[in-house]
């Protein structure tokens, strides 16, 4: 079973509009965390927005808001007034505690944003 | 310098040839790691090195064969490869590779082509 889905392989936006991207998760660890990277076209992961599984608030970074709901498992980006440089793939991504050792994040297959003007 | 930098950006490599690829990071961090970054597939978890240390192999043949110097630096050498190991190889780091909300670092990735 895949541990993070991203059920939206695409996604369009006009400029200046929000879009929210979807992300669940699978866990049955009580302790982890959910991150945003966004991926442009020169290839590098850049850091958005993280949500650890206790906070009782949404994650807010600038124009990303991370819309958190637990019960759901449920992690949606949304991204306030797009800009055209927001046109890029952008992944969740889930790193669970595992006891003394956690390094592995793993993440989703990732959604393509287009923002037109 | 920026965080993390990849060398080189693309390599095209016949089976038979060695090549390696090499990461650098300026963050001061001590966790290191190689992704694999397929088309249409999520990012595969390659190695992760923790104070130099190797943590985690996530069942990766052998013909990669990674090494860490130092805390700063990390290569993956490769040796005899398929044409399906044609990917986007990114590194990345972090400050210690235990917490939860322990973000990483990438790199640009390098561009690996085998023909």
């Known amino acids: 079973a895949q541990k993070i889905t991203q059920t939206q392989p695409g996604m369009f936006v006009q400029e200046k509009e929000a879009v929210t991207l979807d992300c669940t998760y699978d866990t049955s660890d009580p302790s982890y965390g959910l991150f945003w990277y966004k991926q442009p076209s020169s290839g590098e992961m850049i850091f958005l927005i993280y949500?650890?599984?206790?906070?009782?608030q949404n994650a807010t970074e600038g124009r990303y808001s991370l819309n958190f709901q637990k019960a759901r498992k449920s992690a949606n980006l949304v991204i306030s007034a797009s800009q055209l440089g927001d046109s890029a793939m952008y992944f969740c991504a889930m790193r669970e505690s595992r006891g003394g050792s956690n390094y592995k994040l793993t993440f989703g297959k990732g959604t393509l944003l287009t923002v037109n003007p | 310098e920026t965080g993390v930098t990849q060398t080189p950006r693309h390599l095209v490599m016949g089976m038979t040839n060695k090549k390696s690829l090499k990461c650098e990071q300026h963050l001061g961090h001590n966790a290191m790691y190689w992704y694999k970054q397929s088309a249409k597939k999520p990012l595969e978890l390659m190695f992760v090195?923790?104070?130099?240390?190797?943590?985690e192999n996530n069942s990766v043949p052998s013909r990669f064969s990674p090494e860490c110097p130092n805390s700063s630096h990390l290569f993956l050498h490769l040796h005899t490869l398929q044409p399906e190991d044609s990917a986007l190889y990114l590194c990345?780091?972090?400050?210690?590779?235990?917490?939860?909300?322990?973000?990483?670092?990438f790199g640009s990735g390098t561009q690996l082509s085998v023909l």
């Open positions: 949500q650890g599984s206790y906070d009782q």
């Open positions: 990345a780091s972090s400050q210690d590779g235990r917490g939860d909300n322990e973000k990483l670092f």
């Open positions: 090195y923790s104070l130099e240390e190797r943590v």
